[in-house]
């Protein structure tokens, strides 16, 4: 370890990573690097922005057997959302690093032995396609473009605010591989997907938490007085003019101002079985911080479905998809299903058949995200059934992703969130065959086998005759049709 004083404002600073090449002033900002046994201000770097995540410096975890804490961290920015790289150390003293995408996680080391001179180039790598990476075939997962938006702790590398970048994910079951095609020669991070364990007590308190992502709870949107920076409520369908509380202010909402008013307008007209902002309890308490609208823009037959984003200080982000044919509860795969040309897919020792293939669109979005979404977005949907569970593979221009959804019964969904017990039916018409909606024609024969014997039995073929023997022909239609109304009232 070397500690130094800050050049910028004479706070202690100090490094605990020999590989460490730079370190942030946790009291100014200013990224420092060590230079022989001083220490040399070389920028200003700012905060990481509030995320929700878990982890922080001095985070310590276990990757397998492999114990590891976390030293310094990066947050990057792309087009649609951001992600945080933590720089670790394991126990043995190597260095790593630490991919936390909305507590999605992945730990990476630097591949020295990697034939760099076989990978393709940043620019003919898609997603979905396959890369091979030091002999072993992977799938694109992402093509990222970002910039480097924040940081603090020490880090291997020069960085600093504005700093941008070019990298790839691959993955290969629970092997991820990252390739970092920032400078001239790219570079290889490999490593495994999931299974971490973090010690808890060093992870961030749920209560700093819950304080930092409370803006997210969706009822009352707050927007800063342009006048005397104080706090501007609006609530759901208000006007685009609104009175500043603090100092009077008549404030016209315009711009993305307007379109945060029009979405919850929009909000106000869409009814949701959950709305934004509603807690329930599965497992542990989900609040509802984003609602999604979708559909099938190709078959305008096809119902419009609901999404539904839950998010839990200490178990990160859940989705619930509600459809006509009931609730699904959806993870994120961190262990990718191995494809067989895209009519099957083997995951979790089980083989899944493909059932559906179509383009998902986005027709009304409320709330909060992970990512950034808007109405139109288009997402290529391919779903693998086994049973009453469902794979499903999504791909847009930059990603594809797995998640596994479970169904869940409209009673558990309703005693999750205190809703009364509701349970919807959907009546359709009969579907019998048609041989199956027509009377036995064993008993109409019957029936007309007794009338001919009573009339050739009878002396006189009298009216009361006649009456009898309509009753004998009609008979066995009556009692056909109460039975199968009997066994309907049963059935259902």
């Not at 807690?279 to 999604?292: D, H, K, N, S």
């Amino acid at each position: 370890m070397q500690q130094f004083l800050c050049p910028q404002c004479g706070a202690s600073v100090r490094f605990d990573s020999a590989g460490a090449v730079m370190v942030v002033c946790g009291s100014c900002r200013s990224t420092i690097t060590r230079d022989a046994e001083a220490a040399r201000l070389v920028g200003v770097m700012a905060e990481l922005v509030e995320d929700g995540s878990l982890v922080q410096l001095g985070t310590r975890g276990r990757a397998g057997q492999r114990g590891f804490q976390v030293l310094g961290g990066l947050r990057l920015r792309y087009e649609a959302g951001s992600w945080n790289e933590w720089y670790i150390v394991f126990d043995e003293g190597t260095h790593g690093w630490l991919s936390d995408a909305s507590g999605q996680y992945a730990i990476t080391r630097r591949d020295e032995q990697a034939d760099v001179s076989l990978l393709p180039s940043f620019d003919e790598l898609r997603p979905g396609e396959p890369a091979k990476v030091g002999g072993a075939l992977y799938t694109v997962s992402d093509v990222r473009r970002c910039r480097c938006i924040g940081g603090e702790g020490e880090l291997p590398i020069l960085v600093g605010d504005g700093w941008e970048s070019r990298v790839v994910d691959a993955r290969r079951g629970d092997a991820f591989v990252t390739l970092d095609y920032s400078d001239a020669t790219p570079v290889v991070y490999s490593g495994t997907a999931g299974q971490i364990r973090f010690d808890k007590d060093t992870l961030r308190r749920k209560e700093e938490i819950e304080a930092s992502t409370g803006r997210y709870r969706g009822k009352v949107l707050a927007l800063d007085c342009p006048s005397c920076a104080g706090t501007v409520s609006i609530a759901v369908a208000m006007a685009t003019q609104v009175v500043c509380p603090s100092c009077s202010s008549l404030l016209d909402c315009s711009g993305d101002r307007a379109e945060i008013i029009e979405a919850n307008r929009r909000l106000a007209r869409f009814n949701t079985t959950l709305s934004l902002g509603a807690r329930g309890r599965l497992g542990a308490e989900y609040t509802v911080i984003g609602i999604m609208q979708c559909d099938v823009p190709t078959d305008r037959t096809e119902p419009a479905w609901t999404e539904y984003l839950l998010f839990n200080p200490d178990q990160g982000y859940l989705w619930l998809v509600e459809t006509q044919e009931g609730w699904q509860r959806v993870s994120v795969c961190d262990d990718w299903p191995l494809l067989h040309d895209m009519g099957s897919a083997r995951w979790g020792k089980r083989t899944w058949t493909r059932k559906y293939d179509y383009v998902s669109r986005v027709k009304q979005v409320f709330g909060a995200f992970n990512w950034r979404v808007r109405r139109g977005d288009s997402t290529r949907v391919t779903d693998f059934a086994c049973g009453h569970e469902t794979l499903t593979r999504e791909q847009s221009d930059d990603e594809v992703t797995w998640s596994h959804a479970v169904r869940m019964g409209e009673v558990t969904i309703a005693d999750a969130f205190g809703l009364p017990r509701t349970t919807r039916y959907t009546r359709t018409a009969p579907t019998r065959p048609q041989e199956d909606q027509t009377p036995d024609t064993g008993l109409i024969w019957i029936g007309i086998a007794g009338t001919v014997t009573l009339l050739w039995l009878s002396e006189v073929v009298d009216f009361g005759a006649i009456l009898l023997g309509i009753g004998l022909i009609w008979a066995p239609l009556a009692m056909t049709g109460h039975l199968r109304g009997a066994s309907s009232l049963l059935e259902d």
